[in-house]
C-alpha cells in the first residue's frame, strides 16, 4: 500500500513494435508485401530446368523433366526422325532434338574416345617397351655378374684341383724312391 505504480499509455505516434507512425514505415505491411511479390514473381515466370549434360549432347537420355525422351517422326520432313519427351504438350521446356544430328554427335564422341584411348595405349607399349628393356639390362648384367664370379669360383677349384694333383704326384714320386 504506500507503492506508487505509475503507467502509461504509449503514445499514438508509435506502434506495438516501436515503429513510428509519422516515418510512414510497418513492418507488418513490408512483410505482407514482400511475401506477395514472391509469390507473384514464382507465379509469373516459367519453370526453368537446368540444362543437363546428357539431354544437351548426343542421344538424349532423360528430358529436363525427368521424363524418358521418345523417337518420333517428322511430318514436315517426312521420314526425318527426332527425339522429343512425351509431356512436350504442357508448355513447359523439354528436350528436342534431330536423330541423325544426336547420333553423328555420339559417333564423334566415340571417335575422340577411340584415339584417346589408342594413344593411351601406344604410350603404355613404349613405356612398356623401354620398363623392359631397362629390366633386362639390369638381368644381363647380373647375369653377367654371376658368370663372372662362378668362373672365379670354378678358376680357383681348378687351381686348388691342380695343386692337389700336383701334390699327390709328388708324394707318388717321392714313395717311388724311397722303396
Known amino acids: 500500500m504506500g507503492l506508487d505504480y505509475s503507467y ?12 513510428s507512425v509519422d516515418s510512414g514505415y510497418n513492418e507488418t505491411d513490408d512483410l505482407i508485401r514482400r511475401d506477395q511479390e ?6 509469373g515466370s516459367p519453370v526453368q530446368y537446368p540444362p543437363e549434360p546428357e539431354v544437351e549432347f548426343g542421344i538424349p537420355q532423360r528430358c529436363y523433366c525427368g521424363a524418358q525422351p521418345l523417337l518420333a517422326t517428322s511430318s514436315r520432313e517426312i521420314g526425318r526422325r527426332y527425339y522429343t519427351c512425351p509431356n512436350v504438350d504442357d508448355g513447359e521446356c523439354h528436350v528436342w532434338k534431330w536423330w541423325d544430328d544426336a547420333l553423328m554427335e555420339e559417333l564423334r564422341d566415340r571417335d575422340r574416345q577411340v584415339l584417346l584411348l589408342s594413344e593411351k595405349v601406344d604410350s603404355l607399349a613404349l613405356l612398356s617397351d623401354n620398363e623392359t628393356e631397362q629390366k633386362v639390362a639390369i638381368l644381363e648384367k647380373m647375369v653377367y655378374d654371376l658368370a663372372k664370379e662362378k668362373s672365379k669360383v670354378s678358376y680357383r677349384f681348378e687351381f686348388f684341383l691342380g695343386v692337389m694333383v700336383l701334390v699327390v704326384v709328388l708324394v707318388g714320386v717321392v714313395q717311388w724312391f724311397l722303396w
Open 38 to 43: 514472391e509469390i507473384r514473381l514464382q507465379r
Open 8 to 19: 502509461s499509455q504509449p503514445s499514438d505516434s508509435e506502434d506495438l513494435f516501436c515503429n
